[in-house]
């Protein structure tokens, strides 16, 4: 996919969510591209086809929840594997200050690498299971999010250590995620979770379906 090709794709679906994108982030997310192409081969980050569901499945889905973030917000991403949703997120929305959480060393590698060639300032990157590095976040954060960490429950019991109180954990899920919630909703209602967002939309451009589930801490 051309720079040209990809500006317009990432532009029509981005004003979809209401985020207009200036010509600076559309030359971000084709480098990123480039990285992902470059890397996944070698890698397995990623198992899509075409750049064009590259494009929509994974950088303009990782949008999807950013008018929920409010402005200089800190924002935690567990399990990012290739950056996403923490990445596509930094590149719209400069003043969110992130902080990637990858469990698998070689994603480690390319996501270090992949900031410094977007030159991405603001945003940090973590080794999963260091446990002095974890504790140093423990409750530090606005925002957790994560994009496919597993089941609610698994996502709230990894996360709840890393909000502020009045923080949310915030789930991206498909179309069975309702029906993820009500299982696992009085588990994470024990932990002092409160249900705050239920977010029913379609993926731009595809229109497959997506929600968005938040929950607060206290």
Do not use: C
Request: proline share 3%; no cysteine.
């Amino acid at each position: 996919m051309t720079k040209e090709e990809l500006s317009k794709l990432m532009t029509e679906g981005a004003l979809q969510l209401g985020i207009s994108l200036m010509g600076d982030q559309a030359l971000s997310f084709h480098k990123y591209l480039i990285e992902l192409r470059a890397w996944g081969r070698r890698m397995n980050l990623i198992s899509r086809s075409t750049d064009r569901e590259i494009v929509i499945k994974d950088f303009l889905d990782s949008l999807t929840g950013q008018e929920h973030l409010f402005r200089g917000a800190s924002l935690l991403d567990l399990g990012p594997g290739a950056g996403f949703p923490g990445v596509p997120l930094k590149i719209a929305r400069a003043d969110l200050r992130v902080a990637l959480l990858e469990l698998i060393q070689k994603k480690v590698y390319f996501l270090r690498h992949l900031v410094r060639v977007l030159d991405l300032a603001g945003i940090d990157i973590y080794r999963a299971g260091q446990e002095e590095v974890e504790k140093n976040l423990w409750g530090t954060f606005d925002f957790v999010i994560s994009r496919a960490f597993g089941t609610l429950e698994k996502l709230a019991t990894a996360g709840l250590p890393f909000l502020k109180q009045g923080g949310i954990l915030l789930a991206m899920k498909g179309k069975k995620g309702e029906d993820e919630l009500n299982i696992h909703l009085p588990a994470l209602t024990n932990m002092g979770l409160t249900l705050t967002l239920l977010h029913r939309f379609h993926l731009p451009l595809l229109g497959h379906q997506r929600i968005l589930l938040g929950f607060r801490r206290g």
